[in-house]
């Protein structure tokens, strides 16, 4: 799959194309109804199936001061759309210049210019243009004078409604991973480098993989049973603690992963960890000892969980 991003052209055989239109972020059984749709109509009309979205989000833009809330990042949504069977992905930079586009404008450079597209993909709520004033009855209007044909696809719902990002970063916040793993179709996930820490944990015989949140949202802080995979696909049962670690002063914010079974030097590689289920808040235990016996007890926890 091609990964398009900061305004380059897109290539010559992806023109011509039925696009998903949306942030996606997080990928979720809502955003993967959209995709789906207009992959399935792109393969009906022989033309290339592909996925638009914008970096940063939009609210990062309006609202740089807000608390991070991301539920993926760029990569793993590229990683997700080609397992889909998407042929490109285009990532429009959202910036003030973007953001100031009229509806018309925007159909007219991005769909019309840019992506000479032929269909058109949204969610029932999606809206675009200066101040959110295009709608889907807005963006199927200007498809008759541009060439393109829009669909728009209903929302996923469950039993407790529709599923959102919104929810998902509700359930994550309140320590319910698995909720929140329903609604993705996948458990959520955490990518990033691994990088040295204090090495406390080696000190007490449970060596972490550290790594810092970025602009992922955060979930309760406390200790996880979590899924591992390294960077060869190869996945590894642990226990990660996310939160400040409030035996270490200064409290720093990180996500430390011992890997159950397994040795060996991971600084400066790429993981990605899952967050299967929540074990325990984070503790300020008496002591070192105190803390070793926690872990140990932590690991049965997670075993007995990730056996399931």
């Given at each position: 799959?091609?990964?398009i991003t900061g ?7 992806l023109?011509?194309?039925i696009?998903?239109?949306?942030n996606?972020d997080?990928?979720?059984a809502?955003?993967q109804?959209?995709v ?5 109509w792109?393969h ?5 199936a592909?996925v638009?979205?914008?970096d940063p989000?939009?609210a ?6 807000s608390?991070p ?5 760029i990569s793993q949504?590229?990683?997700?759309l080609?397992l889909?069977g998407?042929?490109?992905a ?5 910036d003030r210049a973007?953001a ?5 404008e925007f159909?007219q ?18 809206t675009?243009g200066?101040s959110?004033?295009g ?6 209007r ?11 696809v209903d ?7 529709i599923?959102s ?7 994550l916040?309140e ?9 993705l179709t996948?458990p959520?996930?955490i990518q ?17 993989a550290n790594m810092?949140?970025g ?10 049973a979590?899924?591992?995979i390294?960077?060869?696909?190869t996945?590894v ?5 996310l939160?400040?670690?409030?035996m270490i002063?200064?409290?720093?914010e990180l996500?430390?992963t011992?890997l159950?079974d397994?040795n ?14 929540y ?6 235990l008496?002591?070192l000892?105190?803390?070793q016996?926690?872990i140990a ?6 075993r007995?969980i990730?056996?399931?």
């Amino acid at each position: 799959m091609d990964l398009i991003t900061g305004g380059a052209p897109l290539p010559g055989a992806l023109r011509g194309g039925i696009v998903a239109l949306g942030n996606f972020d997080g990928f979720h059984a809502g955003h993967q109804a959209v995709v789906g749709a207009a992959r399935d109509w792109a393969h009906k009309l022989g033309r290339p199936a592909l996925v638009a979205s914008f970096d940063p989000h939009p609210a990062r833009l309006f609202q740089p001061s807000s608390p991070p809330f991301a539920l993926s990042t760029i990569s793993q949504r590229a990683r997700w759309l080609d397992l889909f069977g998407m042929d490109g992905a285009v990532v429009m930079p959202f910036d003030r210049a973007l953001a100031a586009l009229s509806a018309e404008e925007f159909v007219q450079e991005w769909l019309f210019t840019r992506l000479g597209v032929a269909g058109v993909v949204t969610g029932a709520d999606f809206t675009f243009g200066k101040s959110r004033q295009g709608d889907v009855n807005d963006l199927a209007r200007l498809g008759l004078a541009n060439g393109y044909a829009a669909r728009v696809v209903d929302a996923v719902r469950d039993n407790a409604g529709i599923i959102s990002s919104t929810r998902i970063r509700a359930a994550l916040r309140e320590a319910q991973p698995g909720v929140a793993a329903t609604m993705l179709t996948r458990p959520f996930t955490i990518q990033g480098v691994v990088e040295h820490g204090a090495k406390l944990g080696r000190t007490i015989g449970f060596p972490t993989a550290n790594m810092v949140l970025g602009d992922y949202v955060r979930p309760a802080y406390g200790v996880y049973a979590v899924r591992v995979i390294l960077p060869d696909g190869t996945r590894v049962p642990g226990v990660a603690n996310l939160g400040i670690r409030p035996m270490i002063e200064p409290p720093v914010e990180l996500l430390e992963t011992w890997l159950i079974d397994w040795n060996g030097d991971l600084y400066g590689q790429v993981l990605r960890v899952e967050l299967v289920a929540y074990l325990r808040p984070e503790l300020k235990l008496d002591g070192l000892e105190a803390l070793q016996a926690q872990i140990a007890a932590d690991v049965v926890a997670a075993r007995k969980i990730l056996r399931g």
